[in-house]
């Protein structure tokens, strides 16, 4: 009776792909990163991809999604952009946490909290997984429609510092940087320039392992997201703790 | 005893890799459109990939693969191709219905009839699903020889309307498709010019679910794939039943 | 009791994916293939991937990686690189057997030998099929990291002759292969320019069906993967037995 039992079960996860399950879950934790600007139009300018973790009001996204700086005398703000389709809802955020050397920021949002991703393990993943990411890899010309893409992990690699990372480290730090620069997963994936800094996530349980980054363009890679080719990289997820722990040291 | 059947069964299932086998059977339904002109050499002008369904004599293709006039005194023909490698076969074909809209279009075939698959319901199809499609994404530069892709379903999107079919819409239609687009498969797959009007399959079963109509580039979508690139679209089958019916009520 | 048995190993087959346990043995035996010159700086140029077979001695990589001429003058020579990240080894090697038709080349390394992969049948090899391929897609700039991508069969075709080849063949011999060309696996995966002479193996056994050798660039194939794109061939396994062949009956 009990070995029947689990074998149906067994037989259940083995036939069911998983990742339609997941991908409806997990959407509804991904979110735009735009600036938005009262005078302007179209008033949000879409940056990138981000996702809520913790409490619900926490986002997570790329460093280099972050603009430089806002033009505040025309009320320019940082903003997350929830929601799908034409249906979308747009949040205050602020940087409180980010790691220049990783190219991860921390955001808090404004209330209501919105559904949270939980943190797995990125030490855990094995190069040929196949995991995946959702994202918004061609902004949101039409409305907000997440894409979801499968990503084998392809390798471990060493990081290349972005561009917007490199203005802001000392020559010491760079240095420092490349000699022992933090490895990141390569993925055999096709990202386009909105999917930076979407969650990467195991198929099974939407556990987030990852967060893309950069992709490979010939002679180089770039920080953003910003030539599509078949090689993109992604920030370990064990990489977010730290702004959390930040986070919270600071009486949060 | 039945229980232990059922496992067995469904041991199977989970085991096989269904593709393959699916794959197989595909490849007899689908055929190359071209134009035939028997002064040009060659004479097979090759425009896209197209499939049969219903009895066997109607085939699926894009809208947009058809051309807009055949040079009919120097005997050109609209044709579609037939067969394996260099054993092939060409029948004339006539458009019977067609969508502008949905980028579709029904063609009719001089007898024999050939092998057709069967449609599925895109409705059913779920966000990160994998299925695959089947066509001549390269021409037929040495023979006919059909591609299969695997394809994970992205996202469903509004459709941009194709530059070829805007040109035979009235500015207030164009107006209406663009307030309320009809919705569309986002791939996450690389699809090739000659991809136009390829059939998306279950993997399973072989069920028709969609037909590959466009590929993003960057700065816009084309109606044609002519640039490849990660990211391809599809229109949901449940479209080509309409065309269907309209052959049917027109008394065949 | 047997019924239990089997349905347990049978459940967790299906469950689990075979490619991470797979990709890790691969690597072992996945090597670069350089031209190493003591005055050059850096002082190994790389030219693509091999991998080792037979006694541990002996490198399958392609023809056109293989370069023309060394200048021996200045010691330039022939060397494969095994090893992982920055921990890496030089071994000498020599070109023992070679087909130009077939763009394969067979090295004999100097001791120590290394863990060498299986030859499985690519006859075997079916349409719609999920292999894996490991290599050094872009190069070894930061150290040596193989990568492992999951590429699906999209077709077999005709093989394009690799212009390096074209140039070692009379104008009879190149006839000869245009009317009756080998025939090659279409891959639907993205390759790079170090990928050439990668193993494509199977997901559960890792025994190498294919080597990979040539890539889709629109207008083209060229011989070299010198521009990724979502469309890769391969030459089939079943090839390179003749080489080991000849290597043997040369009294080796």
């Known amino acids: 009776m009990a070995l029947g039992a689990l074998l149906v079960m067994g037989l259940g996860t083995a036939q069911a792909d998983t990742l339609p399950d997941t991908a409806e879950r997990v959407q509804q934790s991904v979110v735009g990163i735009a600036t938005f600007k009262p005078t302007r139009s179209p008033r949000a300018d879409y940056m990138g991809t981000g996702f809520v973790v913790g409490d619900g009001r926490l ?11 806002l033009d505040t005398e025309r009320r320019e703000r940082l903003v997350v952009i929830s929601g799908h389709g034409r249906d979308t809802e747009i949040h205050h955020a602020e940087v409180v946490a980010q790691s220049v050397d990783h190219d991860l920021a921390l955001l808090r949002i404004s209330a209501p909290s919105l559904p949270a991703l939980r943190l797995g393990s990125s030490d855990a993943v094995r190069i040929g997984e196949e995991l995946a990411f959702t994202g918004y890899p061609i902004g949101m010309i ?84 910003s030539q599509p080719s078949g090689i993109s990289y992604a920030i370990p997820s064990d990489r977010i703790r730290p702004l959390l722990d930040e986070y919270h040291a600071n009486g949060n």
């Open 142 to 225: 039409l409305g907000l429609y997440p894409a979801t893409h499968r990503a084998s992990v392809a390798a471990r690699t060493p990081m290349v510092i972005p561009a917007r990372s490199s203005s802001e480290l000392d020559e010491r730090r760079i240095r420092a940087l490349r000699n022992n620069p933090p490895m990141v997963f390569q993925l055999d994936a096709t990202a386009y320039p909105g999917n930076s800094g979407s969650p990467v996530y195991r198929k099974d349980s939407g556990a987030v392992v990852g967060v893309v980054n950069q992709v490979f363009v010939q002679g180089g890679r770039e920080a953003a997201v």
């Open 59 to 69: 986002v997570v996204t790329n460093f280099h999604v972050i603009p430089e700086s």
